[in-house]
């Protein structure tokens, strides 16, 4: 429905649409474990003997349904995120969403609320090849526990996850929960309670998550957007208008970090197509006209046909005093946190993306990537066809959709990334995950960075570094800012903090 949604309001002219390559068995691996993704791949719901062997192992059954292709799902959605992933460690893309993604609860050996493939988890793996930092934000309104478990003992990746606290399922994530031994403080929670709107909702999120840009300085952000936070949510019951809802990212453009944005949670289906279509837009700089175009799935927009999810008259539990002390607390905690923990230096080899079964092969030899294996990775122009806003688009370069925007738009774009650094354009990129019958075959493809070398780390990392953006660095004085830069691109090592700089000094 997001995806009919978007294409209809033509957005499709302002993003690159991918087709995700399916993740593999061993990529799922990289995370789950063997005989957990093996029972996934083998099992369905004609075999109910070894559901029933297996139910209370894997927590298959209840609330994770056993369903024809669960596995092709898995895959799809977890490859989507694979991809994202990709596309922001080679720098294609300054923000890659899947909204197919967001699997926020889906455990090591366990399904869970809805959840059986962690591609989140996954995605941040991908992203620390390059990153020695990567945060993990959770706005969905049930607590992001299956990535905080997954990293709760190091201090590379910090997850701070909003949602509502007591009585209310994962039934974890209070604030007290910090994480563990190198991870002690890289674990935010941020419990809320019902019917939280816009204004408190916006009054602790960018507080908060400034102390953490602040402190934690990410190369790269994953940001899961479940819209169950959303005002009117079958299940949820916080009080969250569209608006309100997508300031979350508004706000985390404005860092100008490497953005991954994913779905999750969300159940009434209407609302989260609207949201997520709004929040595309709002990633691509784009403001879409209140009404909505026709699209496949019309219908259910009624009887306003709006894209508007407001908010209603519930009261907000959350007090004034109640959310101050929850606030001061977590900036506290991060105060204890290292500022911007540093890995041990080591040389960045060049970055592979493999979604293949063997990717030893690529520690010995480039892989260069076809055109052919290239275009599998996009939707097929036709798939786009039935759009009414084509007429007179520029789709000559076949091997990308991405549309020649008039000046107009080009200025649109610019806008939008004004919001901190006007050098970056911001590219964006949704992954779209199409699952077609018997066309599911984990095939072997590469994509690798060919051209470019270890440079390519300097460049990310000089996002945060070049001099017009010293004013960002909090601690780093002009001559500190010089040095970095000046290493970065003499060296190829990544340096990661002040104290890596004195180390290379002193050696
Ligand atoms: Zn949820």
Redesign the pocket.
């Known amino acids: 429905m997001t995806h009919n949604l978007v294409t209809n309001y033509g957005l499709y002219k302002k993003l690159e649409i991918c087709r995700p390559t399916p993740a593999t068995i061993r990529e799922m691996t990289k995370f789950h474990t063997d005989e957990y993704i093996d029972f996934l791949y083998r099992i369905s719901p004609e075999n109910t003997e070894e559901i029933q062997k297996y139910q209370q192992k894997f927590n298959v059954g209840d609330d994770c349904p056993v369903f024809d292709g669960l596995f092709e799902f898995c895959a799809l959605s977890a490859g989507g995120s694979l991809s994202a992933a990709n596309k922001l460690n080679k720098g294609d893309s300054d923000i890659a969403i899947n909204w197919g993604g967001g699997l926020?609860h889906a455990k090591k050996s366990e399904a869970s609320?809805f959840c059986y493939v962690n591609d989140i988890v996954l995605g941040i793996l991908e992203l620390l090849k390059i990153h020695h930092r990567v945060l993990y934000i959770d706005i969905?309104?049930?607590h992001g526990d299956g990535v905080e478990e997954a990293f709760f003992t190091t201090d590379r990746v910090m997850t701070v996850s909003f949602h509502k606290y007591g009585e209310f399922?994962p039934g974890t994530g209070d604030l007290s929960d910090i994480g563990h031994g190198k991870g002690k403080n890289y674990a935010v929670n941020v419990p809320l309670k019902e019917g939280i709107n816009d204004e408190s909702y916006k009054n602790v999120f960018r507080p908060v998550m400034q102390h953490v840009m602040e402190f934690f300085r990410p190369g790269a952000v994953v940001l899961q957007m479940?819209a169950?936070?959303l005002s009117g949510d079958r299940?949820?019951c916080f009080n969250l208008s569209m608006k309100g809802h997508a300031q979350a990212l508004e706000y985390m453009k404005t860092f100008n970090v490497p953005l991954m944005v994913l779905g999750?949670?969300?159940y009434t289906i209407r609302n989260v197509a609207r949201a997520w279509t709004y929040e595309t837009a709002m990633a691509v700089g784009e403001e879409l006209p209140e009404l909505l175009p026709y699209n496949d799935y019309f219908q259910y927009y009624g009887p306003d046909f709006r894209l508007d999810v407001p908010s209603n008259n519930m009261e907000n539990m959350n007090t004034r005093e109640y959310l101050e002390k929850l606030k001061s607390k977590v900036i506290e905690n991060l105060r204890h946190t290292t500022f911007a923990p540093s890995v041990q230096m080591q040389e960045v080899p060049k970055y592979n993306y493999s979604s293949d079964e063997d990717d030893d092969d690529l520690n010995d030899k480039d892989i260069k990537i076809t055109q052919k294996a290239s275009d599998k990775h996009r939707v097929p122009e036709t798939e786009l066809s039935d759009s009414e806003d084509e007429v007179g688009d520029n789709r000559k370069n076949k091997r990308s959709y991405r549309i020649n925007p008039s000046s107009k738009e080009k200025n649109n774009v610019t806008d939008s990334s004004s919001l901190g650094n006007d050098n970056n354009k911001k590219e964006i990129s949704t992954t779209k995950d199409v699952i077609q019958e018997n066309n599911f075959s984990p095939t072997k493809s590469y994509i690798s960075k060919t051209n470019g070398d270890e440079e390519k780390v300097g460049t990310i990392e000089s996002v945060e570094l070049t001099g017009e953006n010293s004013e960002k660095l909090g601690n780093l004085n002009k001559e500190e800012v010089e040095k970095v830069e000046k290493l970065v691109s003499e060296d190829s090592m990544v340096i990661d903090s002040v104290e890596n700089i004195e180390k290379m000094d002193e050696t």
């Open positions: 926020h609320g969905d309104i049930h399922f479940g169950d936070s299940l949820g999750g949670g969300g």
